[in-house]
């Protein structure tokens, strides 16, 4: 049985992982995908706070569907899956966590991270332009 938050956070998780990006639910398996994935990433950590949140996801749906663009794509959500989000920003240290942001990983590594500061009051697409601007740069 869903509890009510679920149900109210399941669009939010959707609007993602309906065009193919992995959810990280749990502190085992961000840990295993960080430790092994050494492809291109894009992953963002998903929020519910509506005022950013709400840009966040149309814009990286308007970016993945770039010519460049990384190949795997994964999210963990803030405020949900906690030791998920966690562990998943304990590979990214020199970044400040930020819920909702996009963070570039390359050979396991993060290159670039979108924060909340640069989300937050801007439209979709100003935001997948720097999205796209940084697949450009790193990939």
Do not use: W
Not at 11 to 34: H, N, Q, S, V
Request: a negative charge.
């Amino acid at each position: 049985m869903h509890d009510h938050t679920d149900l109210l956070v399941l669009p939010m998780r959707e609007d993602l992982t309906k065009i193919g990006f992995i959810e990280l639910k749990t502190a085992e398996e961000a840990k295993y995908f960080f430790e092994n994935e050494k492809r291109t990433v894009l992953l963002v950590v998903n929020s519910v706070c509506g005022c950013a949140a709400g840009n966040a996801r149309p814009a990286v749906k308007l970016a993945v569907n770039s010519k460049i663009k990384p190949e795997v794509l994964a999210t963990v959500f803030a405020g949900q899956d906690k030791e998920a989000t966690q562990t998943a920003r304990s590979y990214f240290p020199e970044y400040e966590p930020s819920s909702p942001s996009m963070v570039l990983l390359k050979d396991g590594k993060a290159v670039f991270m979108l924060g909340r500061d640069k989300i937050e009051g801007r439209n979709a697409e100003e935001i997948s332009k720097d999205l796209i601007e940084a697949f450009e740069k790193y990939f």
